[in-house]
């Protein structure tokens, strides 16, 4: 256990629908305020985001998603991509398929009887290729590095995503959240860890376990937005002991405010705080954890061996304890 634990945040840069597939006469998708969350003429998104891992000299993986250019062009998130090359993030791919919907000049009638798909799993493999080359292209006109990992919208996961991930040349992934989106085929409900899948390495979302009743085990997702600080930090302390690592998070930046209609936005404190500690607990501890990208240490993972994942187990009272912090932070606005 010489080697500090690698925590990566991974944080989902992404465009809203915006309820235009609900009703299309009257709604239209969210561009560039869904990633920057303004309240009260300050950056509550993104921005705290930046301004927190520059608090503590971290970086983190933005998985940016590139097809909602099919609606909004390259300019808005080509802005985005703009600002974190500038802040010196890694910057990765993600897909949203639904967004293709909007190519069409007919997209209101075509959605009226539902949804478009927006898993890549379902997709064929045609369709599913030009996607993933579609996005490798986006980058190229934002000015952005080559990704080197995707992560698929809904945390999608089939053999034919890493098949084809392959094929054009994304040698890594971050597709699994077990206790999230379980995978239709079981094998690839994998818990965290690495793990070579048709040729691609997959760094899931760590996943464990928040009940446990003999052999039956209730699962969830380490995210910002899901689980307390104590219970994050458990289960990093849990996975140090183990020698679990890397050790994969997931957030959104529209995590780290709260819509509350007419009387406006304001800062989710409660997500914000959890981002603030976990930073400076890695910060604070070099000897046993360190912050990881794909950009930066995916080289290692792929030359590296395979690394399987135990389930963890968050503590009860940690359990308990973020259950209650949830309700009470969904219920009240300026917490």
Request: hydrophobic share 40%; proline share 7%.
């Amino acid at each position: 256990m010489n080697q500090p634990t690698e925590i990566c945040i991974t944080v989902d840069t992404e465009f809203s629908i915006g309820g235009a597939f609900a009703d299309p006469e009257r709604n239209r998708p969210v561009g560039e305020d869904r990633v920057h969350c303004p309240v009260d003429g300050h950056d509550q998104g993104l921005g705290f985001i930046l301004r927190t891992l520059s608090a503590y000299g971290q970086q983190a993986t933005f998985f940016v998603e590139t097809v909602n250019v099919a609606y909004f062009g390259d300019l808005p998130m080509g802005r985005v991509v703009d600002v974190l090359l500038e802040s010196g993030q890694d910057v990765q791919l993600h897909l949203h398929p639904h967004w293709q919907v909007f190519a069409h000049d007919d997209w209101p009638d075509r959605v009226r009887n539902g949804p478009p798909n927006d898993l890549c799993a379902n997709l064929e493999i045609d369709r599913l290729s030009a996607l993933m080359t579609e996005g490798i292209d986006t980058f190229q006109r934002w000015g952005a590095p080559r990704p080197m990992a995707l992560r698929t919208g809904n945390l999608s996961a089939g053999r034919t995503v890493y098949q084809v991930m392959h094929e054009v040349g994304v040698p890594l992934a971050s597709n699994i959240a077990a206790g999230y989106a379980p995978p239709a085929e079981s094998s690839l409900r994998l818990m965290g860890g690495l793990h070579r899948i048709n040729g691609v390495v997959e760094a899931p979302v760590l996943s464990y376990a928040q009940l446990r009743l003999g052999a039956w085990s209730k699962l969830r997702m380490l995210a910002i937005t899901a689980a307390s600080w104590p219970e994050t930090r458990a289960l990093l302390m849990a996975a140090r002991r183990s020698g679990l690592s890397p050790i994969i998070i997931l957030t959104h930046p529209f995590e780290f405010i709260k819509e509350t209609g007419k009387s406006g936005d304001r800062p989710n404190h409660v997500n914000q705080r959890r981002l603030q500690k976990l930073c400076a607990f890695i910060a604070e501890n070099p000897d046993d954890f360190t912050m990881a990208t794909f950009g930066r240490q995916g080289r290692n993972w792929l030359e590296g061996e395979a690394r399987a994942a135990p389930l963890l187990t968050a503590p009860l009272n940690a359990v308990i304890g973020r259950v209650m912090a949830n309700a009470m932070n969904d219920r009240v606005s300026f917490l």
